[in-house]
């Protein structure tokens, strides 16, 4: 049977603080870039960033493993009356489960041709292929 020493465990609360964390995934050209960062909307509606003479598109995207939020908080009070030992605590603030990427925007050159579009499609699957069958 294995024993855990308490004496020197860092107590963990569950406190959410009720706000909404989102964090922004940053590309590695503005990790160290210390020039000016605007937020701005777009005729459709969605959220862009204008940082270093760029324009970035904020795509939420979820993941599979929760991010847990700490924050240290002042000395919790021992649960042994007898004892006067106060250790500091950690509370878990918040858990996010969806994070922000930003995905550059390319400015369209007049020299790209345009994609085509999709031909409509005729007929059902099982007509176009089940006669075969």
Do not use: C
């Not at 006067?84 to 969806?98: C, G, K, M, N, Y």
């Amino acid at each position: 049977m294995s024993t855990q020493d308490l004496s020197a465990a860092v107590p963990l609360v569950h406190a959410s603080d009720g706000i909404g964390y989102r964090l922004i995934e940053l590309p590695a050209e503005l990790i160290d870039n210390h020039s000016e960062w605007s937020l701005s909307s777009s005729a459709d509606g969605l959220a862009r960033l204008q940082a270093a003479g760029k324009t970035y598109a904020l795509r939420q995207k979820n993941t599979s493993n929760a991010l847990v939020l700490l924050k240290t908080t002042g000395p919790m009070v021992s649960l042994d009356p007898g004892s006067l030992d106060a250790r500091p605590a950690v509370s878990a603030i918040a858990t996010v489960h969806e994070t922000v990427e930003l995905v550059e925007e390319k400015e369209p050159t007049s020299s790209e041709t345009p994609k085509p579009t999709a031909a409509p499609a005729r007929g059902k699957w099982h007509e176009k292929f089940g006669r075969t069958r």
